[in-house]
């Protein structure tokens, strides 16, 4: 329970700014893709992990991967722009507007990730706690 906390603590420490000012406009420099941003190695009581942010850019209409998949660890994100369509574990999907954000527990199956706009992609910046040098996905 003390390493879920110190966990939510530091994903939201990383959204913070984001939250805080959400009109910002993207700069120019925003990668127009899906992409790692940064990986940082942690210590102490997360020795063997990295922290991962994320940038994820769907399509407009498309789903972000096949039919399921998981992460190797907890996932926070954080709606920036457009309309995601999301699941976990066949619950039933929720669309989350700009602001919104989503939580994923270790070994949850994402069961439903696709933009819900057709006028334009959906992005969100994404947290990610993975064990040290892993791929930031597997197959459901």
Excluded: C, W
């Amino acid at each position: 329970m003390e390493n879920r906390r110190t966990f939510l603590g530091l994903a939201a420490a990383s959204l913070l700014p984001v939250a805080l000012d959400a009109q910002v406009p993207v700069p120019a420099s925003a990668p127009a893709a899906s992409g790692e941003l940064a990986r940082f190695p942690l210590t102490g009581k997360f020795e063997g992990f990295d922290a991962v942010l994320f940038q994820l850019v769907i399509p407009p209409g498309r789903p972000t991967s096949g039919p399921g998949h998981r992460h190797p660890g907890p996932v926070v994100g954080y709606i920036l722009e457009g309309q995601m369509r999301f699941a976990i574990n066949n619950e039933v999907e929720r669309v989350l507007p700009p602001g919104a954000t989503f939580f994923e527990p270790d070994g949850a199956v994402h069961t439903t990730s696709a933009s819900a706009r057709t006028d334009g992609p959906t992005r969100a910046l994404v947290f990610m706690l993975v064990p040290k040098g892993s791929p930031l996905t597997a197959p459901a």
